[in-house]
């Protein structure tokens, strides 16, 4: 039950600025929650630990599948849905598409069986709108070698074919759900990438709520 909050998600290969951005988007906005995937929450900061660790090269991928999935369940239950139930808009950067596209198609552990174990996690509490912020892998690896204060980790050190695939699987996912995902092209500047994304923003939520 989502009560009349607005849940909406911010997606992209690593290095597309999405984090730059949502946090400008934030400040323009009222009654707004503003967190992030994996963690949010000490339980799913715990797990983010573990997962991007990178001393944990040994870890399995449907291991690392299921421990995304656990840490969105308690950063759900936690702090989304109540949030949403107050009537907020909740900010979220990365959801269950990251796990769609880093681990179903990336990792090759398939989309619907990366959807399965996140259903039973979500149950059916979908993004209202998922803003996707879409790069050319090779200017998003370039921006994260740049970006000093920017944690290194263990997913940013797979190769560039493994960041291909991860925009080949939001490709698929964007075919998938063509209502709900909107692409930006986040190979401008900051400025012009924050525009767009407001405009979307304002364009496509409007008829549910209208945004301050
Ligand atoms: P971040 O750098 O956007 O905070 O995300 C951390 C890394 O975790 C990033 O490389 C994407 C990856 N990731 C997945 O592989 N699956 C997921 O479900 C989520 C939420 C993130």
Same mark, same amino acid.
């Given at each position: 039950?989502? !009560? ?5 998600? %911010? ?7 999405? #984090?730059? &951005? &949502? *946090?400008?988007?934030? +400040? ?7 967190t992030r995937e994996p963690g949010g929450i $000490? ?8 997962? =991007?660790? +990178? ?7 449907? #291991? !690392?599948? =299921? =421990? ?16 949403? $139930?107050?009537? +907020? ?5 990365? %959801?269950v598409d990251s796990s769609l596209a880093y ?16 259903? %039973?996690?979500? $149950? ?21 070698? +740049?970006?000093?204060?920017? $944690? ?6 797979? *190769?560039?074919? %493994? ?26 500047t900051v400025d012009e990438v924050f525009e *767009?994304?407001? *405009? ?7 008829? &549910?709520?209208?945004?301050?």
């Amino acid at each position: 039950m989502k !009560e009349n909050g607005i849940f909406i998600t %911010f997606e992209g290969p690593d290095g597309a600025g999405k #984090t730059t &951005i &949502i *946090n400008l988007i934030a +400040k323009e906005l009222n009654d707004v929650l503003l967190t992030r995937e994996p963690g949010g929450i $000490e339980i799913a900061e715990q797990i983010r630990r573990v997962i =991007l660790d +990178k001393e944990n090269t040994a870890m399995d991928s449907r #291991t !690392e599948a =299921l =421990l995304y999935a656990a840490a969105r369940r308690q950063h759900l239950i936690e702090k989304v849905k109540p949030a949403l $139930e107050e009537g +907020k808009i909740v900010l979220c950067d990365r %959801f269950v598409d990251s796990s769609l596209a880093y681990q179903g198609y990336a990792r090759g552990l398939g989309m619907d069986e990366v959807y399965a174990i996140n259903e %039973f996690a979500i $149950e059916d509490l979908m993004p209202d709108l998922t803003i996707y912020f879409d790069i050319e892998p090779e200017l998003g690896i370039t921006r994260i070698s +740049k970006n000093k204060g920017r $944690e290194v980790n263990r997913l940013d050190l797979e *190769n560039l074919d %493994f960041h291909r695939k991860v925009r080949e699987g939001y490709q698929l996912l964007m075919e998938r759900f063509p209502d709900r995902i909107v692409r930006i092209d986040a190979s401008g500047t900051v400025d012009e990438v924050f525009e *767009n994304t407001l *405009n979307v923003m304002r364009g496509r939520i409007a008829n &549910i709520r209208p945004l301050s």
